[in-house]
């Protein structure tokens, strides 16, 4: 069930900003910026037109009344017939439209006759004398009515290799009207209509627009990208976050268990230790009594003590794991708890045909340590060297100084050595290979080394040996 919710923590999905981020953000930037581009060049273009229209109007207005004063005018002071048709008239007309249009940017100004739509003079030679060709805007026209159509090719597409050439003209319309105080009422005498040929300025226009939507893409990718790597840094950091938060939530978990696990033992070690004093007690009077009365049968109460003083050290191994002391620190030395262990097992290792060399430094400064704490890890590091060399062979004790006052003790043997598989468990508690084995004896070890705040490692090969080292800075 923990392991459960271990695995649970350790798979938990990372909330990915940056996913979020990369996909709508881009699409929604992308449309927004060609959106606004579009609208703001538009809205310009609309400008130019109306200006140009209002433009236009006033200018046939000018041409309307020059015509009137200068051509329309004259002829009815001398009482003669308008008549256009006449090379002299149409010559003197033509001189008076290009006067007034002189130096302005017009495509082609062309009057129609109020009669059947025929067009009396035009700049454009060709269209003098044609009929129908003011259409509508004509007929509008003569009803007094100013208008003004426009005829556009030109989009963004037209900037595209190969599509249509961008044109844009103004077509206004206006009534050539006769002045006061001739006519009182000025009547309508005919139509003017003026083109202005804007493809130029289109042109500019629509290149204008494509040079915004590419500027604006531009910046907005670049803020995108800008964007995007603050938040991608943004995440990396939430990620790490979370991890050591999973981390710990998970060395919380391990170290709960433990205490609840550390609890229970202690009680149970608690209660079977007494009972188990006094059976082995009674067990060694048993033995001194059956030497006397049943020597052959006393061997059976050896049985009882060895195996009740075996009992005895699991249960003082539980509850050392289950209530690790706070150690009381004072100046010792390494040297000294190695020289100690050594002369206590001295006579079991020779026992196991087992030889223990050591290489103390001379110069080990001391350090703030427990010493009947210490002197325990490296107990049950030697015991365990020693069952690793069933038939016997090396133990190898170093400590030396590294740095200015860093202290390392290295405790090797070469016995059976261990699989990787196995070293990456032999701290935890209750691991162990051996049939009579509780798997504490490391557990404490690293307890007792972790709460005087040093490090142990461990390098070991199958076959070759195990090396534990402990280092104290
Ligand atoms: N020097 C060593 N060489 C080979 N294997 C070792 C060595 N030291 C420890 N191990 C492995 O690590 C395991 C755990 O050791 P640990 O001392 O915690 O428990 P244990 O010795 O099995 O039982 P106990 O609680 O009685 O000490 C051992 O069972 C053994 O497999
Ligand atoms: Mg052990």
Redesign the pocket.
């Known amino acids: 069930m923990e392991k459960k919710v271990v695995e649970d923590i350790v798979n938990l999905k990372p909330f990915r900003l940056v996913k979020f981020f990369s996909f709508t953000s881009l699409a929604v930037i992308l449309i927004t910026s060609i959106a606004l581009s579009l609208i703001i060049s538009n809205y310009t273009k609309d400008v130019v037109l109306e200006r140009n229209e209002a433009y236009l109007f006033v200018l046939a207005e000018k041409v309307g009344h020059q015509v009137f004063q200068e051509f329309v005018l004259p002829l009815a002071l001398q009482n003669r017939p308008i008549a256009v048709e006449d090379p002299r008239q149409f010559k003197q007309l033509d001189k008076v439209v290009r006067s007034a249009t002189a130096g302005l940017n017009i495509h082609s100004v062309t009057i129609y006759s109020k009669k059947e739509n025929q067009v009396a003079y035009s700049t454009i030679s060709e269209l003098v004398g044609r009929k129908d060709v003011g259409e509508k805007e004509y007929e509008r026209a003569l009803q007094g009515e100013s208008v003004s159509i426009r005829n556009l090719d030109g989009t963004l597409l037209n900037l595209l290799p190969g599509s249509r050439e961008i044109s844009c003209q103004l077509h206004t319309f206006i009534p050539l009207r006769m002045e006061k105080p001739f006519s009182p009422t000025r009547d309508v005498m005919g139509v003017i209509e003026i083109v202005q040929d804007l493809s130029d300025d289109l042109e500019a226009l629509i290149h204008l627009q494509s040079w915004i939507i590419f500027t604006s893409l531009a910046v907005m990718s670049g803020l995108f990208l800008a964007l995007r790597f603050i938040v991608a840094r943004a995440d990396r950091i939430i990620e790490a976050r979370a991890a050591e938060r999973r981390r710990l939530e998970i060395k919380l978990n391990h170290a709960e268990r433990l205490a609840s696990l550390g609890k229970m033992v202690a009680s149970v070690s608690h209660e079977i230790k007494n009972p188990l004093g006094i059976v082995r007690s009674t067990a060694e009077i048993l033995k001194k009594r059956l030497a006397k009365i049943a020597p052959e049968n006393s061997h059976l109460a050896e049985i009882i003590v060895a195996e009740t003083t075996r009992l005895d050290g ?1 249960v003082r ?1 539980f509850l050392d794991f289950a209530r690790p002391q706070q150690p009381k620190l004072t100046d010792i030395s390494l040297n000294v708890v190695v020289e100690k262990v050594k002369v206590f097992m001295g006579p079991e290792f020779a026992r196991r045909k087992i030889s223990v060399m050591s290489s103390l430094a001379p110069d080990l400064p001391m350090i703030p340590g427990d010493f009947d704490m210490l002197y325990r890890a490296c107990m ?2 030697l ?3 020693m ?2 060399m069933e038939k016997g062979g090396s133990i190898y004790i170093r400590t030396r100084v590294v740095g200015k006052s860093g202290v390392v003790l290295e405790i090797a ?1 070469n ?4 699989a990787p598989e ?1 070293i990456s468990q ?2 935890n508690p209750f ?4 049939n009579r ?7 404490i070890v690293k307890n007792i080394i972790e709460s005087h705040n040093g490090v142990i490692s461990v390098e ?1 090969e199958r076959g070759e040996g ?1 090396e ?1 080292k402990i280092e104290f800075h």
């Open positions: 699991i191994e049950n590091i015991v365990n060297a069952q690793a043997d016995g059976e050595g261990m196995i032999i701290f691991f162990t290979s051996k084995g509780t798997g504490l004896g490391l557990a070991s195990t534990f």
